[in-house]
């Protein structure tokens, strides 16, 4: 190596030493105490992030347990070459890909600058995947082979594919170049990888070449490295020309091609066999091989990574977007190691699973205290004997406290009963003669410096001695004492098994909280003050609460009832340890008791290496590592760590189905399903691969009226039937568990096509059809009801009319001298109503029955006025007049023909004011009607035989009319009939004589 290469090396591994560094040692320290299914943690003391690994392969999620390449592509999916074909991961589940296509033994993947997917195979070309299509170059089309080996893009959009038999490119007008150098027109390519403007690959034969613009730009043969097989490259995109080059004898060498690696820089790896990928990733330079993964360190050292579920012929190694580590091996899967909010503490120490009832941290060292003594772990997780763990080996410890003076004090259930540890190291024993029990459970130092413990009551301690014992008595009935918490005041709360807590005050009174004082439960687990809230929490058996004010509120809306203990982080948050997990709520929240409380839940599916044991006791430091006391171990997380790494996901919808039909989406985000589609199926993904389950929400918009909410472990497909045709956008957002507020979103636009009664010019159509129909039935309706109610009508007039003409013949019939005269006077009226032309049909049979009925005030003449033959005297002759004013009051109450009335009053009033009745002086104000009657009565009079004289001729009636026309009679109404009489066609009616 030149020393100007070897200066600029130096420099860039130095400039970056620090941050890499602290990744490499991370991810060693995890991975060489690696236990599959375990979580793993770097020191303790440290960066406090976890990471777990799992293996996929034909026994474990995936179809086959052979991987020949793995590649991300932008929308966050996981592909796999395999030789069963190319899958499709999630982070939740494998899905095969292009069998539709015939995309089969795949050993090449590659995503180009237009995010389409490559994929080399090992007997069918090379095809490339771009919105659910496959589209294949074979060696019909130029390839040299079907064997494909690589594929990459270089600086000018071409993309490059190393075969069996050559080297081969596709140019972006879609025509396939083949190289001519003598060295790879038939060499068996095998890797290519790009670095700046310049593409590097190698061969079989252990030959290195460089490739720009369509040129080979320099060759070095397979001697160039003393006949030692080059099995790998990777260039180093830091230093222009330097090259990683992996060998079969596992030998990693870093040189440069600008010295025809002269003095390359020589790497034992063999300890994992024959050298089969190499790559940067995450700061990590990782080394892959037959018989296992390592790294390479800034000093050029290797660290072999042991005891992964992954280690055997090992092929690639990539990292995906949340900084997860993904391995493929052809015999063994696919290999993830992710990262995980926890750490496990015991596998990171290599203990294996043990109940856990307390935890302690003091000067870098941590105390965990089981049921068969206690363990001692040093800031890099080795286990120490102490004398202290010496001492208490084989009992069990409830509880580790460490006070303000440095002493930390161990709670157990044995001889020792109390252990005080100073912080120089004495042990001193606190037994019976301080009237402490061998089951102490717990210890907690008061505001004023004194020690509360536990033991078949409550004993105080001031400087060694026994101050005071709170025993069973007057003042506490129950001495099963399960925590104790020192009051602000001097005072303490004591929480006991069955019967609520006891408050301890200053003064050294007891006053009882129970179940009438609004606790839930008399199984007190904890009692903790929250400086910040001013309150202190209250963990009972069955829910949680809190004092304030001297007032027991107890929370409701919590999601969980059997719970442990509780934490407030720097965030606003309680972290709650539960039977089944670690909840995460707003304190405020949890404060306010509000409904469906937000929340995050960690558990062993989510990352939690172990749940919390009942009652245990777990430390949490000033800077938020809680050591949670478990019941297979220890878990470490950080509770003042940001929870929001979940904003960082990526959600993707690629595709739907209409029924059985896979659309995918356009570039636009749109899709478009036929009108003749019944379901509509989504696949919505929320694309982690770490230990998260995060909240999620969808919506139909056109269609759902509210949005559904659930986890990512909880969606399915989300499917719609008979969605009428229009537009449709379906949101697909990730939510924040604890503020409800969505942090990112996928919409997708969904147009289905309208079927054709859907359509604008069809409803158009159908809309003027159905109008017509419905005002040829509105006017048929019409039409019928009207031919109806003329049939009524004419059916009631008809009726009415026989009415009045029977009325007008019992008339006639009580003057039997006037025989037909009603029936007379109203055809006569109704020939002058006619000849005057000023009324409808309706208004002359009004006329005709007015006319008919005229003289009904007949009825109420004595008969012997009415049929006397003679003339009538005076007075029978005022009684005579009176059957006007006598008709006109029985035909007043038939209110439809008002005017039936009219014609009986009038029909005897004069034209000037004469005639009857007298009362009547206002003669305008007689109707027309009446005076057409009056001049067909006094005409049938005059034209017909009288008791009291014979007819006249009807030259002589004419001249009567025409001698009272104005004076008697109407002089239109007379010159009407006199127009009638006078023509020669009047005919005279003999109407009602029969």
């Known amino acids: 190596m030149n020393r100007r290469f070897e200066e600029e090396l130096i420099r860039k591994n130095m400039s970056s030493r620090r941050w890499v560094a602290v990744w490499f040692m991370t991810v060693i320290l995890i991975l060489l105490s690696v236990k599959k299914g375990y979580a793993f943690g770097p020191d303790l003391m440290d960066n406090r992030s976890g990471m777990s690994v799992r293996l996929f392969d034909s026994k474990n999620g995936m179809s086959t347990s052979e991987a020949n390449d793995i590649i991300q592509t932008p929308d966050g999916f996981i592909y796999i070459a395999s030789y069963s074909g190319l899958f499709r991961h999630d982070g939740r589940s494998f899905m095969r890909i292009g069998a539709e296509y015939g995309v089969n033994s795949c050993v090449a993947l590659y995503v180009d600058s237009q995010e389409r997917l490559w994929v080399g195979t090992n007997d069918g070309g090379v095809m490339v995947y771009d919105n659910g299509v496959f589209e294949k170059y074979t060696v019909e089309d130029g390839l040299h082979s079907n064997t494909i080996r690589a594929i990459v893009e270089d600086a000018s959009g071409n993309i490059l594919i190393a075969t069996t038999s050559g080297l081969s490119w596709l140019d972006p007008s879609g025509k396939i170049h083949s190289s001519r150098h003598s060295n790879l027109r038939s060499a068996y390519v095998e890797s290519l990888f790009r670095s700046g403007d310049m593409v590097y690959g190698h061969t079989m034969d252990g030959s290195i070449f460089a490739f720009k613009d369509g040129q080979v730009t320099s060759y070095f043969g397979g001697d160039t490295f003393d006949k030692e097989s080059v099995h790998c490259i990777y260039p180093d995109e830091a230093v222009p020309g330097a090259m990683y080059i992996g060998m079969a004898d596992g030998q990693v060498l870093y040189g440069s091609a600008e010295n025809g690696f002269q003095n390359a820089r020589k790497v034992n790896c063999q300890s994992i066999g024959q050298i089969n990928g190499l790559r940067r990733c995450g700061g990590i330079f990782f080394v892959v091989g037959t018989k296992g993964i390592g790294s390479i360190d800034a000093n050029y050292i290797f660290h072999e990574i042991v005891g992964l579920p992954m280690n055997n012929s090992i092929k690639h190694v990539m990292q995906d977007y949340e900084g997860n580590f993904w391995f493929t091996s052809t015999r063994q899967g696919v290999m993830e190691i992710m990262q995980n909010n926890f750490t496990d503490v015991f596998a990171m120490a290599r203990l294996d699973k043990d109940v856990v009832n307390a935890t302690c941290i003091d000067h870098g060292m941590l105390y965990i205290g089981t049921d068969d003594g206690l363990i001692v772990l040093d800031s890099q997780y080795h286990q120490v004997t102490t004398d202290i763990s010496r001492y208490l080996e084989g009992i069990r410890i409830r509880s580790i406290v460490k006070d303000s003076k440095g002493n930390i004090w161990f709670a157990t259930f044995g001889d020792h009963a109390l252990v005080k540890l100073s912080r120089d190291g004495e042990i001193t024993e606190y037994g019976e003669s301080y009237g402490i029990s061998n089951r102490v459970r717990t210890v907690e130092e008061l505001s004023d410096g004194r020690i509360a413990v536990s033991a078949g009551g409550v004993v105080v301690l001031r400087d060694d001695k026994v101050e005071r014992h709170y025993r069973m008595n007057n003042e506490i009935s129950n001495a099963e004492i399960l925590t104790i918490c020192s009051k602000q005041d001097g005072g303490m709360y004591l929480g006991t098994d069955g019967d609520g807590i006891y408050e301890v005050h200053e003064n050294g009174s007891v006053t009882h909280i129970g179940l009438n004082d609004g606790l839930s439960s008399g199984v007190v687990l904890r009692v903790k003050y929250d400086e910040e809230s001013k309150l202190y929490w209250i963990v009972t058996s069955n829910s949680l609460g809190y004092i304030k004010d001297d007032r027991v509120i107890t929370i409701k809306n919590f999601p969980n009832f059997n719970n442990f203990d509780l934490f407030p982080d720097s965030n606003g948050n309680i972290w709650v340890l539960s039977s089944n997990g670690v909840y995460v709520v707003r304190k405020d929240d949890l404060v306010r008791d509000v409904k469906n409380m937000a929340n995050i839940l960690y558990t062993i599916n989510t990352g939690l290496p172990c749940v919390a044991t009942a009652n245990s006791r777990s430390e949490l430091t000033k800077g938020g590592d809680l050591y949670i006391a478990g019941t297979t171990g220890v878990a470490l997380v950080n509770i003042n760590r940001s929870l929001r790494d979940d904003i960082s996901i990526k959600t993707a919808i690629p595709s739907v189905y209409a029924d059985d039909q896979q659309i995918f989406v356009n570039k636009k985000g749109e899709v478009t399903i036929p009108a003749s589609a019944k379901r509509l199926t989504i696949d919505a993904y929320a694309l982690t691969y770490a230990l998260k389950d995060p909240e999620v929400s969808y919506q139909l918009e056109g269609f759902d009226r509210d949005s559904f909410n659930t986890t990512r472990g909880k969606l399915d497909s989300v499917s719609y039937t008979n969605l009428p045709g229009r537009s449709y956008t379906f949101h697909f957002a990730l939510v924040d568990a604890l503020t409800g507020q969505y ?122 006025i009415l049929n006397k033959p003679g003339k009538l005297t005076d007075e029978e002759y005022e009684i005579m007049k009176t059957h006007a004013v006598n008709g006109a009051e029985i035909l007043k109450e038939i209110r439809m023909m008002p005017d039936l009335a009219n014609g009986a009053m009038y029909h005897h009033k004069h034209y000037d004011g004469g005639g009857y009745p007298e009362k009547v002086t206002d003669v305008n104000s007689i109707p027309m009607v009446a005076q057409i009657v009056a001049v067909a009565d006094s005409f049938d009079a005059m034209y017909s035989t009288r008791v009291y004289r014979k007819k006249m001729q009807l030259e002589d009636a004419i001249v009567e009319l025409e001698k009272r026309r104005g004076t008697w009679y109407n002089p239109v109404i007379v010159d009407a009939f006199l127009k009638i009489l006078k023509s020669g066609t009047f005919v005279e009616s003999h109407a009602g004589e029969e």
């Open 743 to 864: 942090v990112s979103e996928t919409a997708l636009r969904i147009h289905k096509e309208k079927k054709i009664h859907e359509q604008l010019w069809f409803q158009v159509f159908m809309g003027l059809l159905m109008l017509g129909i419905m005002v040829a039935t509105t006017l048929g309706a019409q039409k019928h009801a009207e031919h109806k109610a003329s049939i009524k009508a004419k059916q009631e007039a008809d009726l009415r009319n026989q009415i009045i003409s029977a009325f007008a013949k019992c008339i006639d019939y009580k003057d039997q001298y006037t025989k037909g005269h009603s029936f007379r006077v109203a055809d006569y009226a109704v020939m002058i109503a006619k000849e005057m032309n000023i009324f409808n049909e309706k208004q002359l049979e009004e006329i005709q029955n007015i006319a008919l009925l005229h003289d009904i005030g007949k009825i109420s003449i004595p008969d012997a």
